[in-house]
């Protein structure tokens, strides 16, 4: 793994969830996505947006959020992105699995 | 939700393999067999990124292999953890554990 | 984690609407990435740094923007469908920038799909399709012909068959109806139909016994007849009209399309079956028969059935049979027997065809090997640039495929018109033939064919070029590579072509050689300025002998009276002619037993003026005179190889001839020359042993009558549209119940004896010529490319002090080597498989040292003109530029 991990590099997948995650509060634009996880990982995750934008073009594709424009913290525009309650469903389910395959892994890594 | 295969990212398979020579050397067939029976068969392993991820491993000279005698007495490759190999297996379970610890506090977050 | 059906249908619907939206997506994300650079700015800014230093850290910090941008739009769009169509566009370009490759490649697919195209269409739908008879597959032909005396007899003993009988058809006079015609019509036993089985389209067919003796005054008429002749006239059943001056009633009309035995068929008659009449139920007028299998019997037992049938029925026969007469009478498949005599045409045509596309895609594929290798560096770069392998050859085979249907579609339209051509080769009155045309059936498996080959010769190539060594190309500059595998690959690919072409060529050359020899063939008699004119007058007219004498003196005397005309004469059939009089006869001095029976001789009937009008030779004794007439001693005239033959060594002036069971002795009193009157090949077949001609006045038929149809011919400087007229008119004077045809001056009918041949050389010729442009093609490529290769290696030889004529003998070698390899692969093979084309062939020898030695001479200087341009090209390598490394 390299020197900046990326969620990608843990599950396939991963990535999609934490946006979903952070957005399940409220709606947020991207750079508030990438800062968000940025913080509450401390400094752990950073999702640079050569992944972001396409993860997000992704979940709107798949119907999970929806976007729209509105204005941000330094009055330009900013595209807002909101979870569906598909997405609120997705949350759930993606987040169940995820939390099964890193259970087992976990167990491997930690056996003796 | 069914058990459907999963693509373990590379960096992924490639840590779960050297966690299991940490224990013992052990032929490839055995290598899959012990992680999806730790797993609780949520692991499942296929031959066809098993091996591409042992040969990437040798290359580096994380493991290394030779050639002896399996359970039914026939010829098999075993392959054991080098130095290096262990080294590594330090970095990467360390790295692995914050970062899954970092996505497990953002999926946790109030 | 898998979306159900339902949401992978929302989601394609939003791909649809993303898709749409493109641009106006395409500018929003850049806006909202912008927005979030511009945040980032801010917060670096926050952070304590220079405007300046916050805004490129931002950019930093932001990434590769543009492959997230791409990335976007990757999830908008049908990727691979944009994939595809991206290709073909990339596609498209090529050819556009490369104009002479393109059509190259295009017009050799073309030729060999369309080629490809119209064979399968006429296999298809002549010797595959199944006949349009009840089922068709238990019907078969019962081999040999029969007396019609046999046709009761085995239709009664047969177990295994329902045995009916057909004639082949001959010529009928209709008159009563408007204007006097000939119509081709056949004879045919009561059970015909229900033995084939299509019912009649209107009316009846025949009922039982109606080929007996009067009963038989009916007639069934085809649909085209009835459309010609009378119109579609709906009252047309019942009506009687006069064939050859019998009175017939019209009872039955058959569907449109059906014609059997062949298509020209308009007519069938019922056979007459008269025992009491011993020359026509025994002698005269033998007939095919048809026969369908009973349900419970199969094909081997009717063979064996034939078999002891004939032996049986060999022993009624009232005069002694040859010993082994029908002796190998069999039972074939209809359709193998309607189709036999075209197979052999069709499938040397097929293989000839399938040849040239062979050659067509050798040379193709060769020349996309070529263009990948010189699109090396392209290609590095953009494996360089992060396109996959898979996406490279992907990228590749859709050039390929795409050429490959251009040139498909093309070939479709090309094929079009070889079908035409085609036809005109095969005999007209194939079955089937005129409604042969593409359908779509044929056009898919075409399309098929050309994706196909478009795939086949699409690899190579495709996998050639995604193989290269990236480092080494971008180094070099791509023009120094080893040669690999591939470059020898390409190598036997030319070779083989020129061995194909030889192959191709030397047929087209044996085959034009027969031709040539075929064409100067002399004919024994000299056709010029002769008009032939064909007067059929009723043969119950002739009953009485004299009238008939008495009209044709009418007619030749007022043939001559016509102004331009030098002299007439009518004979009972032309030379080359269809019709071949064959008359049994004995010959004094030699018994007949059962191992000789009476022999076959060809019989003429003349008046006195023909042998000098042909200007065919008198050898000996003399010609007829006006004084030979019909109460006159029997004369006749007889040809050399007839004299050799039944009286080898001896004079046959002197010697007796009689029709076998005429009374009276003819007397030989000339000997005029040999004259091909079977074919340009032959005088007569090898069965037929001898030829004499008769005075007309004297003449007899197998039935003893006099010849009532004759052939006018007239000698002259008239114009023959204006004599045709002429001759119509003083015909109609006569009687007007005397139909005239078949107006042609001789030397169309010698002309057109071989005139299907002529067309199936022709084709056959453009088969070579194809051949032969697309292997110059190939070789021309072949050593283009090498020369390109070896330039380094040319400019030093010629900085070293080689001169021109060196380096242009060197690539002349490179082309010559491939030549040669390949030619004696084809002279080999050509040694082997000509044989087949033996039947076809006159005057020459399959294996015929002059043309092998010709064609060989040719392809090499094809190889030469081939090679030149190239040579002069690698002369003219100015050493300095090579040199330099690129």
Same mark, same amino acid.
């Given at each position: 793994?390299?020197k %900046?991990?990326?969620?990608?590099e843990?599950?396939p997948?991963?990535?999609?969830?934490?946006?979903?995650r952070t957005l399940?509060?409220g709606?947020m634009h991207?750079?508030?996505?990438a %800062?968000?996880?940025?913080?509450v990982?401390?400094?752990?995750l950073?999702v640079g947006?050569?992944?972001?934008?396409?993860?997000?073009q992704?979940?709107l594709?798949n119907?999970?959020v929806?976007?729209?424009?509105?204005?941000?913290e330094?009055n330009?525009?900013?595209?807002?992105y909101t979870l569906t309650a598909a997405g609120?469903?997705?949350l759930v389910?993606?987040r169940e699995?995820f939390?099964?395959?890193?259970g087992a892994?976990?167990k491997?890594?930690d056996t003796? | 939700m069914a058990n459907e295969?999963i693509d373990?990212?590379?960096?992924?398979?490639d840590?779960?393999i050297?966690r299991?020579?940490a224990l013992?050397?052990q032929h490839?067939w055995?290598?899959?067999?012990?992680i999806?029976?730790?797993s609780?068969?949520?692991?499942?392993v296929q031959q066809g990124?098993?091996y591409?991820?042992?040969h990437?491993?040798?290359?580096?000279?994380?493991?290394?292999?030779?050639w002896g005698?399996?359970?039914n007495?026939?010829r098999?490759?075993y392959y054991?953890l080098?130095?290096?190999?262990?080294?590594q297996?330090?970095t990467e379970?360390g790295?692995w554990r914050?970062?899954?610890a970092a996505?497990?506090?953002?999926?946790d977050m109030? | 984690?898998?979306p159900?059906?339902?949401?992978?249908l929302?989601r394609?619907?939003?791909r649809?609407v993303f898709?749409?939206?493109?641009?106006q997506l395409?500018?929003?994300?850049?806006?909202?990435?912008e927005?979030?650079?511009?945040?980032?700015?801010a917060?670096?800014?926050r952070?304590?740094?220079s405007?300046?230093a916050?805004?490129e850290?931002?950019n930093?910090?932001?990434g590769?923007?543009?492959?997230a941008?791409?990335?976007c739009r990757d999830m908008?769009?049908?990727?691979?469908v944009e994939?595809?169509?991206h290709? =073909?566009?990339?596609?498209?370009r090529l050819?556009?920038?490369n104009?002479?490759f393109?059509v190259?490649?295009?017009l050799s697919?073309?030729i060999g799909i369309?080629?490809?195209a119209?064979m399968?269409?006429?296999?298809?739908?002549?010797?595959v399709?199944p006949l349009p008879y009840?089922?068709p597959?238990?019907?078969?032909?019962?081999?040999?012909?029969y007396?019609?005396?046999?046709v +009761?007899?085995?239709?009664?003993q047969?177990r295994?068959?329902?045995?009916?009988?057909?004639?082949?058809g001959?010529?009928?006079?209709?008159t009563?109806?408007?204007e006097a015609?000939?119509i081709?019509?056949?004879?045919a036993?009561?059970n015909?139909?229900? #033995?084939?089985g299509p019912p009649?389209?209107?009316?009846r067919?025949?009922?039982p016994?109606e080929?007996a003796?009067?009963?038989d005054s009916?007639?069934?008429i085809?649909?085209?007849?009835w459309?010609n002749k009378f119109?579609?006239?709906?009252?047309?059943?019942?009506?009687v009209?006069t064939?050859?001056g019998?009175?017939r009633?019209? #009872?039955?009309i058959m569907?449109?399309?059906?014609?059997f035995?062949s298509s020209n068929?308009?007519?069938? =008659?019922p056979?007459r079956?008269?025992?009491?009449?011993f020359?026509?139920?025994w002698g005269?007028?033998w007939v095919?028969?048809?026969?369908?299998?009973r349900?419970g019997?199969?094909?081997r037992?009717?063979q064996a059935?034939?078999?002891?049938?004939?032996a049986?029925?060999?022993?009624?026969f009232?005069?002694?049979?040859?010993?082994d007469?029908n002796?190998?009478?069999?039972?074939?498949?209809?359709?193998?027997d309607?189709?036999?005599?075209?197979?052999?045409?069709?499938?040397i045509?097929?293989?000839?065809v399938?040849?040239v596309l062979l050659i067509? $895609?050798t040379n193709?594929?060769?020349l996309?090997?070529?263009r990948?290798?010189?699109?090396r560096?392209?290609?590095?770069l953009r494996?360089?640039l992060?396109?996959?392998?898979?996406?490279?050859v992907r990228?590749l085979l859709?050039?390929s495929v795409?050429?490959?249907?251009?040139g498909?579609?093309l070939?479709i339209?090309?094929g079009m018109?070889?079908?035409?051509?085609?036809? /005109?080769?095969?005999?007209?009155?194939? +079955?089937g033939l005129?409604?042969?045309?593409i359908d779509?059936?044929?056009?898919?498996?075409?399309?098929a064919?050309?994706?196909?080959t478009?795939?086949?010769?699409g690899i190579?190539?495709?996998?050639?070029a995604?193989?290269?060594?990236?480092?080494?190309?971008i180094?070099?500059?791509?023009?120094?590579s080893?040669?690999?595998a591939?470059?020898r690959?390409?190598? $036997?690919l030319?070779?083989?072509?020129?061995a194909l072409?030889?192959?191709?060529? *030397?047929?087209?050359?044996l085959?034009?050689?027969?031709?040539y020899t075929?064409s100067?063939v002399?004919?024994?008699f000299?056709?010029?300025h002769?008009l032939t004119?064909?007067i059929?007058p009723n043969?119950?007219? $002739?009953?009485e002998?004299?009238? $008939?004498?008495?009209?044709?003196g009418r007619?030749?005397?007022?043939?001559?009276?016509?102004a331009g005309?030098g002299?007439a004469?009518?004979?009972?059939t032309l030379p080359?002619?269809?019709d071949?009089?064959y =008359?049994?006869?004995?010959?004094?001095g030699?018994?007949k037993?059962a191992?000789? +029976?009476?022999p076959l001789?060809?019989?003429g009937?003349?008046?006195?003026?023909?042998?000098r009008?042909?200007h065919? +030779?008198?050898?000996?004794g003399?010609?007829?005179?006006?004084?030979?007439?019909a109460n006159?001693?029997?004369v006749?005239?007889?040809t050399?190889?007839t004299?050799r033959?039944?009286?080898?060594?001896?004079?046959?002036?002197g010697?007796h001839i009689?029709?076998?069971?005429?009374p009276q002795?003819?007397?030989?009193?000339?000997?005029v020359?040999d004259v091909?009157q079977?074919?340009?090949?032959?005088d007569?077949?090898?069965w037929?042993?001898?030829a004499?001609?008769?005075?007309?006045?004297?003449?007899?038929r197998?039935d003893g009558?006099i010849?009532?149809a004759?052939t006018l011919? *007239?000698k002259?400087?008239?114009?023959s549209?204006?004599l045709?007229?002429?001759?119509?008119?003083l015909a109609?004077?006569q009687d @007007?119940?005397v139909?005239? /045809?078949?107006?042609?001056p001789?030397?169309?009918v010698v002309?057109g004896?071989i005139?299907?041949?002529r067309?199936?050389i022709r084709?056959f010729?453009?088969?070579?010529g194809a051949?032969?442009?697309?292997a110059a093609?190939?070789?021309?490529g072949l050593?283009?490319y090498w020369?390109t290769?070896?330039t380094f290696?040319?400019?030093?030889r010629?900085?070293m002090?080689?001169?021109?004529?060196?380096?242009?003998s060197?690539?002349?070698?490179?082309?010559l080597? #491939?030549a040669?390899?390949?030619?004696?692969?084809?002279?080999?093979?050509?040694?082997?498989v000509?044989?087949?084309?033996a039947s076809?062939?006159?005057g020459?020898?399959a294996?015929d040292p002059?043309?092998f030695?010709a064609v060989?001479?040719?392809?090499?200087?094809v190889t030469?003109?081939a090679t030149a341009?190239?040579?002069?090209?690698?002369?003219?390598i100015? @050493?300095?530029?090579s040199?330099?490394?690129?």
């Amino acid at each position: 793994m390299g020197k %900046h991990p990326t969620p990608s590099e843990l599950l396939p997948g991963t990535l999609d969830l934490l946006i979903l995650r952070t957005l399940a509060p409220g709606p947020m634009h991207g750079y508030g996505i990438a %800062h968000r996880l940025q913080q509450v990982s401390d400094d752990v995750l950073q999702v640079g947006e050569s992944s972001l934008y396409p993860a997000l073009q992704r979940l709107l594709l798949n119907g999970w959020v929806k976007a729209e424009w509105g204005a941000s913290e330094n009055n330009r525009r900013a595209r807002y992105y909101t979870l569906t309650a598909a997405g609120r469903k997705q949350l759930v389910s993606e987040r169940e699995e995820f939390t099964r395959m890193i259970g087992a892994i976990q167990k491997v890594l930690d056996t003796a | 939700m069914a058990n459907e295969r999963i693509d373990l990212p590379q960096g992924t398979l490639d840590l779960l393999i050297l966690r299991t020579l940490a224990l013992a050397p052990q032929h490839g067939w055995g290598i899959s067999e012990r992680i999806q029976q730790i797993s609780s068969d949520v692991l499942q392993v296929q031959q066809g990124s098993l091996y591409p991820a042992l040969h990437r491993l040798e290359r580096r000279g994380w493991i290394k292999a030779r050639w002896g005698i399996s359970e039914n007495s026939r010829r098999a490759k075993y392959y054991e953890l080098t130095r290096a190999g262990r080294k590594q297996l330090e970095t990467e379970a360390g790295a692995w554990r914050k970062l899954s610890a970092a996505v497990a506090q953002v999926l946790d977050m109030a | 984690m898998t979306p159900s059906v339902q949401t992978w249908l929302d989601r394609a619907w939003r791909r649809v609407v993303f898709r749409w939206r493109r641009t106006q997506l395409n500018r929003e994300l850049a806006e909202e990435i912008e927005s979030h650079r511009l945040l980032k700015e801010a917060e670096n800014s926050r952070a304590g740094l220079s405007p300046q230093a916050a805004r490129e850290l931002s950019n930093r910090q932001m990434g590769n923007i543009e492959m997230a941008k791409e990335d976007c739009r990757d999830m908008w769009s049908f990727l691979r469908v944009e994939r595809l169509v991206h290709d =073909l566009r990339l596609a498209a370009r090529l050819f556009g920038r490369n104009p002479g490759f393109t059509v190259i490649a295009v017009l050799s697919l073309a030729i060999g799909i369309g080629g490809n195209a119209a064979m399968f269409t006429l296999v298809d739908k002549l010797l595959v399709r199944p006949l349009p008879y009840f089922e068709p597959d238990r019907l078969v032909r019962v081999t040999g012909i029969y007396p019609r005396a046999a046709v +009761p007899f085995f239709q009664q003993q047969s177990r295994t068959m329902d045995v009916a009988a057909v004639s082949t058809g001959s010529e009928y006079n209709l008159t009563g109806q408007g204007e006097a015609v000939r119509i081709f019509g056949a004879a045919a036993s009561a059970n015909l139909f229900s #033995v084939l089985g299509p019912p009649v389209a209107q009316g009846r067919a025949f009922e039982p016994g109606e080929d007996a003796p009067g009963r038989d005054s009916v007639i069934i008429i085809s649909d085209a007849l009835w459309k010609n002749k009378f119109g579609r006239d709906p009252s047309i059943l019942g009506r009687v009209i006069t064939v050859n001056g019998m009175n017939r009633q019209i #009872v039955g009309i058959m569907p449109p399309g059906f014609s059997f035995p062949s298509s020209n068929i308009e007519a069938w =008659l019922p056979l007459r079956l008269d025992p009491s009449n011993f020359i026509e139920y025994w002698g005269s007028g033998w007939v095919p028969f048809v026969s369908r299998i009973r349900p419970g019997a199969n094909v081997r037992q009717a063979q064996a059935e034939v078999r002891a049938l004939v032996a049986q029925f060999k022993k009624t026969f009232p005069y002694p049979m040859a010993r082994d007469w029908n002796a190998n009478s069999t039972a074939i498949p209809l359709q193998d027997d309607l189709v036999g005599d075209i197979r052999g045409t069709l499938l040397i045509l097929f293989s000839s065809v399938g040849t040239v596309l062979l050659i067509a $895609c050798t040379n193709v594929a060769s020349l996309l090997l070529s263009r990948a290798t010189t699109r090396r560096k392209e290609i590095a770069l953009r494996v360089a640039l992060g396109a996959g392998r898979l996406r490279i050859v992907r990228q590749l085979l859709t050039e390929s495929v795409l050429l490959a249907l251009i040139g498909g579609g093309l070939g479709i339209l090309l094929g079009m018109s070889a079908l035409s051509v085609f036809k /005109s080769v095969l005999p007209s009155s194939t +079955p089937g033939l005129a409604a042969a045309a593409i359908d779509w059936r044929v056009a898919g498996t075409i399309a098929a064919l050309a994706l196909l080959t478009g795939l086949a010769f699409g690899i190579a190539p495709a996998l050639s070029a995604s193989q290269i060594d990236l480092a080494g190309c971008i180094r070099t500059g791509s023009q120094r590579s080893t040669t690999s595998a591939w470059t020898r690959l390409r190598s $036997c690919l030319i070779a083989a072509e020129v061995a194909l072409t030889v192959l191709l060529v *030397v047929s087209a050359g044996l085959l034009m050689r027969s031709l040539y020899t075929l064409s100067e063939v002399h004919t024994g008699f000299q056709p010029e300025h002769i008009l032939t004119v064909r007067i059929s007058p009723n043969q119950s007219s $002739c009953t009485e002998r004299a009238a $008939c004498i008495a009209l044709y003196g009418r007619i030749l005397d007022s043939a001559r009276g016509i102004a331009g005309v030098g002299d007439a004469a009518i004979a009972n059939t032309l030379p080359l002619d269809a019709d071949q009089p064959y =008359l049994a006869v004995d010959i004094e001095g030699r018994p007949k037993s059962a191992d000789y +029976p009476a022999p076959l001789v060809w019989s003429g009937a003349i008046s006195p003026g023909y042998i000098r009008m042909m200007h065919i +030779p008198l050898l000996a004794g003399r010609e007829f005179t006006e004084a030979d007439g019909a109460n006159s001693a029997g004369v006749l005239l007889i040809t050399p190889s007839t004299a050799r033959i039944f009286w080898p060594g001896e004079s046959p002036i002197g010697k007796h001839i009689r029709r076998a069971g005429e009374p009276q002795w003819r007397t030989v009193v000339g000997v005029v020359g040999d004259v091909r009157q079977y074919s340009l090949a032959q005088d007569r077949p090898a069965w037929v042993p001898g030829a004499m001609y008769m005075p007309y006045a004297q003449s007899t038929r197998e039935d003893g009558q006099i010849y009532a149809a004759m052939t006018l011919l *007239v000698k002259g400087t008239a114009d023959s549209g204006r004599l045709g007229h002429e001759i119509r008119s003083l015909a109609e004077e006569q009687d @007007p119940n005397v139909p005239v /045809s078949q107006v042609q001056p001789l030397e169309d009918v010698v002309s057109g004896s071989i005139s299907d041949f002529r067309s199936t050389i022709r084709v056959f010729l453009s088969f070579a010529g194809a051949a032969i442009l697309l292997a110059a093609i190939g070789i021309y490529g072949l050593v283009s490319y090498w020369v390109t290769q070896r330039t380094f290696e040319i400019g030093v030889r010629v900085a070293m002090g080689a001169t021109r004529q060196r380096i242009v003998s060197i690539v002349l070698a490179q082309g010559l080597r #491939v030549a040669v390899y390949g030619a004696g692969a084809g002279i080999v093979a050509a040694l082997a498989v000509t044989r087949f084309l033996a039947s076809l062939l006159y005057g020459v020898t399959a294996t015929d040292p002059v043309t092998f030695v010709a064609v060989t001479a040719l392809v090499l200087a094809v190889t030469i003109t081939a090679t030149a341009f190239p040579a002069w090209r690698a002369a003219r390598i100015d @050493p300095v530029k090579s040199l330099r490394v690129d």
